[in-house]
């Protein structure tokens, strides 16, 4: 009994060793992701633009919200540029920072349930994955809110058996989490789910309404709808504010029922999500360690239902709900993906009666993958996208005709380093920018660059080469700037 006491200490603290030094290690390689990135990359998509604005603005005291995206990852931003730093990296550091710090709530977290191997090869396969991995370096609040998610599941379910205070803090930091995602509020779900103690959860609800309605309340007062009506209908509101009061009726209907026939096909093909967001969230070699993993916790199905169960059903109350309101957008499972990855650190887990050469060769297996998938991380390292033409066209104008510029462009990427206004109707613009990279969209949907009516007159400003991409602005004669 000593012995194995005393095997199972040993075998601990290496695993303890082993989450310390990949974790300092991946530290490394996302810090030098981060570095590069911001050296020869851009921001990330329209979104971005917006986070970062309204983190400027908060910064300055003129703003604190917006029409449709929620400010919380913009406000922890402006905190950052209190130092005086550049507003992206400012993005990209709380970006990084929240995405090592949502390892370590994983590690901790998992441990409790299933022990520090699971834990540890958990936290590993989570900072391989490429879509975490750019996440954790992005302008966007992906792994800010996952933390948020973990920190307060970690609070209400660890620390609040212990402790009281633990859900009722826990229910404050997942409030604060609605803040930065308004799908975040399924934490509610999961919470109940986990605990399944009407007790805890009432008081993990008195937590969570503080900062809600307080971000509620400020969002009101500033005109703007709370995030969590505005990403269903923030969209739609200009389209029906052109639309005469007689056509209203029949645009809702046609609406609802363009809703019906979504809904409809949902639910048709609900059972190929493996087929639409697996291969998204996961890389190739995760995918095998992911299937070795599911037939590894079916054969000790026995011994770790009862925690396995919780996780599952955490998943499933995140997928269900989410994919009905966005589909296959691979982002928003970036919450729950360490559920995906605890199942592949199950793929470790060896059974009584398996042996030792299949053990080995699932060793091998999950080496591999880690290498491979750390490959394809590390793809700032030996692919440019040639999007810092966006970063200098902005920097030219800025230092050449100001800020505040009306600029239209198919994203708002230039308009952002030139500190411009982005609109969308180009006959008002005061400079169009117009690049070879803008055939498509940053999702690879073709998009259509409408240009303002021919009797607009154009001067060409500035023509700008990088690495055999084109950018050229114009400016609009009609137009004061």
Known sequence: MNNKIKEELMNNKANRVSFVVSFICFSIFYFLILVRKFGTDAIESTDSYFYLRIAELAYKRESFTNPVFSPGYSWIISLILTTGIDTELAGRITSLIFGLGTAILIFFFIREFFGEKTSTYTVIFLLANPLFAWASVSTLPY??????FWLA?????????????????????????????????????AVATISRRIKSLTLFLAGFLIPAIFYNILSYQEGNLP?????????????????????????????LSNLLTYLQTFIANIHLFHKYIIPKILSASQIIIFGIGIMQIISSWENIRTNIIKFLEVLILWIIPIMLIVGVADYMFIPVLPIFLLICAK???????????ISKFVKILVVISVILSTFQAAYPFYRDDRRKIYKLAGEWINSNLGDNILIFEPFPFATFYAKGIWITDSSKASLIIISTLDHTSIRGIPHLITLPPESIEFELLKEIDYKGAKLRIFRNKETKR
């Open 143 to 148: 792994t800010t809110q996952t933390f948020f």
């Open 153 to 189: 599941l970690y609070l209400t379910v660890i620390l609040g058996d212990r402790r009281v205070i633990g859900t009722f803090l826990g229910g404050i930091i997942g409030g604060y989490g609605y803040i930065v995602r308004p799908e975040n509020i399924l934490v509610i779900l």
């Open 227 to 255: 995030s969590i009506i505005s990403k269903f209908i923030g969209y739609k509101l200009p389209e029906i504010s052109k639309i005469s009061e007689t056509q209203k009726t029949s645009y809702i209907l046609r609406e």
């Open 347 to 357: 793929a470790i887990d060896t059974q009584p009666n398996q042996s030792n050469y």
